[in-house]
């Protein structure tokens, strides 16, 4: 239903053709983060894009499709544009597409892709994919992004409370976003760009997309857990035998199992059933329960449920002068979880004298849902034009809003003293262009594995 790539845009666009210089030849058009909510950027997802939907040619039923529905949809369309593109390239498009390592982590207002048309023929083609193109990077970068953020918070806490932050660091943001997602293809792609950051996910669709588009076989980790269904269908009255059945089923020597307690009173199920009735199992299972505080207020209820857990399971001071948990006991906070709250949930739980080393988060539609274009205002402009072989500036440059400034010309990417910045491209000289050609005609010319760019999502760029 959606894989015609030719309707993969907006309906002005097929009116675009008719309306450029006589005479154009090649369009270079950008994608870049301008600022919103954040500073830097972390880039990803271009290469999913490209292996879904560019190196699958576009064929004669797809023409015949989009020409009946725009005609009807009250549109002009480009029939011997398209066919132009499945005769002379076998259906592939004529484009040039560079970009940024994916990965890396730049400040906004740089170029993060650059893409142009390599046909003369085809010179509205570079703008006509802006709106499947813009999407592609626009949301999987952004959610990357509120990924990296909360990492560097917890990372801070982390090294404030812990004796050794590194091993911590992976799991300590969980992806329980995806039944909040608009769609199964937004699972996929937000819940990959998280795992750029974390290790811990229960997004099924990300470790698919992680498999068919970076090579990686397994990108993500979760545990058993129960829900509230699993809890309450015993009744209130077998609440402990619930849990007793948590303990038994999956508390296994070295084995990790989280196990929702506020169905009823959180506070009576962790002094009394966790930290009395069953605690010697606990102890005996040789695993660790992971209690799951899911209602009230994470910043008065997770110290008060650590507390409560020190004073039953006991545990130790580290070198910090930070209490950490009896290794049998952890405590994951699902319910609340934003970029905005974590930072205040892990002050109180620092205040209380715990170390963040006893507490996982979860995070759902804060991770993969609230956020839109908007959230790092990304935007794809034309920037420059050839006409009758010659190179002219394209830009807008609004007197209302100056935040809307466009760039100019042909566009570079580089390393300098002050840090990465964007230039034209004539002005490149002997550096190095950051901006690499990733596809070209139907090719694609770098193909990264997963964990080549995990890590580059932790080095300095």
């Known amino acids: 239903m959606f894989n015609n790539l030719i309707l993969n845009t907006d309906s002005y666009k097929a009116s675009h053709f008719l309306q450029y210089p006589t005479g154009s030849e090649i369009i270079s058009a950008y994608v870049e983060a301008r600022g919103g909510q954040f500073k830097q950027a972390l880039f990803f997802g271009l290469q999913a894009f490209i292996k879904h939907y560019l190196l699958q040619p576009i064929t004669r039923s797809d023409i015949d499709e989009a020409e009946a529905l725009l005609l009807a949809h009250g549109e002009p369309f480009n029939r011997a544009g398209w066919d132009y593109i499945v005769n002379h390239y076998n259906g592939y498009l004529p484009i040039e597409i560079s970009a940024l390592p994916e990965g890396v982590v730049v400040p906004t207002k740089n170029a993060l892709v650059q893409v142009h048309n390599t046909d003369p023929q085809l010179f509205w083609l570079t703008t006509y994919l802006e709106t499947a193109l813009l999407r592609a990077i626009w949301y999987p970068t952004t959610v990357a992004t509120v990924s990296w953020q909360v990492k560097q918070i917890i990372a801070n806490y982390l090294n404030q409370t812990c004796d050794n932050p590194a091993p911590e660091l992976p799991f300590k943001l969980h992806d329980f976003g995806s039944r909040g997602t608009s769609s199964l293809e937004s ?174 988060f979860g995070m759902g539609a804060g991770l993969l849902q609230k956020v839109n274009r908007d959230t790092l205002s990304f935007a794809m402009k034309a920037s420059a034009i050839r006409i009758q072989g010659q190179w002219q500036d394209v830009y807008k440059q609004p007197i209302t809003d100056p935040g809307k400034n466009s760039k100019r010309g042909r566009l570079a990417v580089v390393r300098t003293a002050e840090g990465i910045k964007t230039i034209r491209l004539e002005e490149l000289k002997e550096q190095e262009n950051l901006l690499r050609p990733v596809f070209k005609n139907g090719v694609l010319l770098i193909d990264e594995p997963f964990d080549v760019i995990r890590a580059r999502s932790g080095e300095s760029f």
């Open 187 to 360: 699972a996929a792609l937000g819940g990959l760009a998280h795992l750029v950051n974390f290790q811990g996910t229960d997004t099924v669709s990300a470790l698919l997309a992680a498999r068919k588009y970076y090579g990686a076989e397994m990108a993500g980790f979760s545990i058993p857990a129960a829900e509230h269904s699993t809890i309450t269908s015993w009744g209130r009255e077998h609440e402990a035998d619930a849990y007793a059945n948590m303990v038994q089923q999956f508390a296994k020597p070295g084995k990790l199992v989280a196990v929702v307690s506020d169905s009823y009173d959180i506070y009576h199920a962790v002094s009394d059933i966790w930290g009395q009735q069953l605690r010697e199992q606990v102890l005996e299972s040789g695993g660790t329960v992971v209690i799951r505080p899911d209602s009230g207020d994470p910043a008065t209820v997770v110290p008060a449920v650590l507390e409560r857990l020190y004073a039953s399971f006991g545990g130790t001071i580290n070198q910090k002068g930070f209490k950490v948990l009896n290794p049998a006991v952890r405590v994951i906070q699902g319910d609340g979880i934003d970029i905005d709250s974590i930072g205040g949930i892990l002050e109180s739980i620092k205040a209380a004298g715990f170390s963040t080393e006893n507490v996982a």
